[in-house]
């Protein structure tokens, strides 16, 4: 062999994983233009991230992994965007659990088409950031030379490029803790707990933990995280309460009675806080707080809270 065909051949060689990598990219772009059902979407997902992986291994450099990365979140906002869409239209249970109403007993949940609570928390996080705001990030993250994820592109501020120190995390404030305490009892589980598990309960899970994946018990306190994932831990703790694991809840969430996931409490029940919280960590909350109670143990509950607020008990 030539010394000229040789080198032909090495950089035949040398030019593969490159092609290999360009042909996986523009095939997740195909699938993910064309992709209407939330298997198909799932099918990109997984296809970028083994480009992502790729291009990693191979060395192929930055912009194709940040390329391969660009792809995941524009699958999981469309992700988010389908299971949305199947809420709106009846296709999809808002709540986890069928067992207590006929009506839902042949509509799918979360767990029959095989997404776990983890995961649809994660899709709507990406899915609550505009495209114009992904694509900038990506270019962003490369022009910095890092590698682009879920949390670089939720932690980014396009005004200045900065990470955001802004986060979802609410502490409770010790009266209402007290308040919550005094109105069940005491508490069982703490399942969005602070990484200082500072709410007495007998169990906390906390972010490392998982707790959307996890069965919830007893007696439980709930405080999640803000941000376009509560619809998800509303979800969660309906669930559990259907399915008679949770014996008795309480949630402290923003007082947004306008959106679909306050009305999958269906609560019969609630205190409207009087006045902004203070919430550790965080300062005055730029939002109305209301409390939701879902047990049976009603007067309790009223006792507790209200000198907090107003309490209004359904009577329909």
């Known amino acids: ?15 593969q994983p490159v092609q290999t990598g360009l042909v996986a990219l523009g095939e997740a772009e195909r699938m993910l233009a064309a992709a209407v059902s939330l298997d198909e979407i799932r ?7 083994a480009a992502r992986q790729y291009a990693r291994s191979a060395h192929l450099g930055l912009h194709a992994q940040n390329h391969a990365a660009g792809i995941s979140l524009e699958a999981q906002a469309k992700a988010d965007a389908a299971l949305t869409e199947a809420r709106a239209r009846g296709d999809l249970a808002r709540q986890g659990s069928n ?27 990406v899915g609550a950031v505009s495209p114009e705001v992904r694509a900038a990030y990506v270019i962003a993250a490369t022009e910095a030379n890092e590698e682009a994820s879920r949390a670089g592109l939720l932690k980014w501020q396009p005004a200045t490029g900065l990470m955001s120190s802004d986060s979802p995390e609410w502490y409770t404030p010790p009266h209402i803790v007290a308040a919550v305490v005094a109105a069940l009892g005491a508490i069982d589980l703490d399942p969005c707990a602070d990484p200082g598990r500072t709410v007495p309960a007998a169990a906390h899970f906390t972010e490392e933990d998982d707790g959307l994946s996890r069965e919830w018990s007893g007696r439980v306190y709930m405080n999640p995280p803000y941000g376009p994932a509560i619809p998800v ?13 949770v014996t008795a809840a309480v949630a402290l969430i923003p007082a947004r009675t306008e959106t679909d996931w306050w009305a999958s409490f269906d609560a019969r029940t609630v205190c409207f806080i009087h ?20 047990g ?21």
């Open 43 to 49: 099918g990109v997902l997984t296809l970028a991230e």
């Open 233 to 245: 831990w509303v979800d969660k703790l309906v669930a559990e309460v259907d399915a008679k694991r």
């Open 296 to 316: 049976q143990d009603d007067a309790s509950f009223i006792t507790a809270f209200a000198p907090l607020g107003e309490v209004y008990r359904r009577v329909a």
């Open 275 to 294: 006045g902004r919280l203070a919430f550790s960590g965080q300062g005055a909350a730029p939002f109305p707080s209301a409390v939701i109670y879902l």
């Open 1 to 15: 062999m030539s010394k000229l065909s040789l080198g032909v051949q090495k950089a035949a060689e040398a030019a």
């Open 99 to 125: 067992q207590n109403c006929t009506e839902r007993s042949i509509v799918p949940t979360l767990a029959d088409i095989d997404v776990t609570w983890k995961e649809a928390a994660a899709w709507a996080k």
